[in-house]
């Protein structure tokens, strides 16, 4: 079992990295787009909290935004890409057990998975 | 200063953040917030939100390293996730209650105890054996490589270690950070488990208990594009290289200087708070 648990894990543990890098390079791809086009002037200020525009807090939102070419929105794709990585590692880890049939921690992690699903309910 | 200039500041200073952070254990995430707020005079809830995001990369990104030294336990990590989880969510919705005044203190406080932290108690590499109710039904032991044989270890006072991780997870929500100090503490000390183990499981939580508080952080427009940018590419950028260079370091002197200047963090942030200048 200890054997099946350590191949599980370094599955996973790849399949993060590989997220986090993808969400990295759309980061990165957003960051140029978003300088290139940075107006000239002094910088956006962020010293008093107004919340960042509508459309960038929903997928939807984010989804119209990239295909206006709107740099900020490919930065927050990114975002979300990342946001992801670590609830597919709890979807993964619970396939996981489900395969060593390990039904008790099958459950602990549709719990985690669904105070995560909550948490991203949010957003829609 | 111009928004290309203002993000290669930006970037390079959390290059350095996630540099320090992986080196000397600390974590990179801690700092960002005071760095953003103290230095750029950035809202805090804006720097609230770049620094959680940058915590998800830096703990997704490390995950496979962390796993192949073969001291991360799966199950307990999954069962504390409940308990971390929940309080990031609790947490998150704090964040949007709380007037900014109050979390600058409580992050002073925490940036205290984190420096503290790195110094005080012994750490054991030993297991304990004793069995109770909880940690039989739930299999909340494991076994690690340490000097050459594998060490046995069994959980210990389980709900004091679940209810510790639901604090941790609180703060994590309301200040966007890993809060992996506090997470260690719950393995660690709490839980009698060693503490290789404590450290690289908590280092696994860390992501998925950020991301439980993501959700409520970006429909409330608290993740700004222009500022998580440089802010997450530099943080796993320098965690990432910190954590290759790591085996070489003598990071005893590096230790201390971090500690210092993340105590010095600490106090100004509960001062300007106190005065309302946040």
Redesign the interface.
């Known amino acids: 079992m ?1 054997l099946t ?2 191949k ?3 599955a ?3 399949t ?2 590989t ?3 993808l ?2 390079v759309v ?2 791809i ?2 140029v787009m ?2 290139i086009h ?7 200020d ?9 459309h ?3 997928p939807t939102g984010i989804w119209h935004g990239i295909l206006r070419g709107d ?3 490919v ?2 794709l990114g ?2 890409l ?2 992801a ?3 597919v ?2 979807i993964l ?1 619970g396939v996981g057990f489900l395969m060593e049939r390990d039904q ?2 099958a459950w ?2 549709v ?2 998975l669904a ?2 699903l ?6 829609q | 200063m111009s928004s290309a200039e203002f993000s290669g500041i930006l970037f390079f200073s959390s290059v350095l953040a996630g540099l320090l952070g992986a080196l000397t254990g600390l974590g990179g995430g801690v700092v960002i917030v005071p760095l953003l707020t103290l230095v750029f005079h950035v809202d805090i809830r804006y720097a609230i939100g770049a620094s959680l995001v940058s915590v998800i990369a830096t703990s997704s990104g490390a995950a496979a390293a962390y796993v192949r030294e073969g001291f991360s336990n799966i199950r307990i990590g999954m069962f504390l996730e409940i308990a971390t989880t929940l309080g990031a969510v609790f947490g998150a919705y704090l964040t949007t209650r709380v007037p900014t005044e109050a979390i600058g203190i409580v992050f002073g406080l925490v940036l205290l105890y984190s420096a503290v932290a790195s110094y005080k108690g012994k750490h054991s590499n030993e297991g304990l054996l004793t069995t109770s109710g909880l940690a039989g039904m739930l299999r909340l032991r494991g076994s690690f490589p340490c000097e050459g044989k594998e060490v046995e270890y069994v959980a210990q006072r389980v709900p004091a270690g679940f209810g510790l991780m639901f604090s941790a997870g609180t703060l994590s929500g309301l200040l966007g950070i890993g809060s992996g100090a506090v997470k260690v503490l719950a393995m660690d000390q709490a839980m009698g488990l060693p503490f290789k183990v404590s450290t690289t499981t908590s280092n696994f939580m860390i992501g998925v208990t950020a991301a439980a508080s993501a959700g409520i952080y970006l429909s409330r427009g608290y993740i700004s594009p222009g500022l998580s940018m440089p802010v997450m590419l530099g943080v796993l950028a320098g965690s990432l290289t910190g954590a290759k260079i790591l085996v070489h370091a003598n990071v005893k002197t590096l230790r201390t200087v971090f500690a210092v200047v993340i105590v010095v963090m600490g106090i100004e942030m509960i001062i300007n708070s106190v005065m309302g200048k946040l």
């Open positions: 200890q648990d350590e599980l894990e370094l996973v543990g790849r993060l990295q997220g986090v890098l969400a990295a980061v990165l957003g960051g978003f300088l940075a107006p000239a002037g002094p910088r956006p962020y010293s008093h909290f107004h919340g960042v525009a509508a960038l807090r929903t740099a900020e929105s930065i927050q975002l979300l990342l946001i990585t670590p609830v590692r709890v880890a008790l921690y602990v992690s719990m985690v105070v995560l909550y948490s991203l309910w949010h957003i």
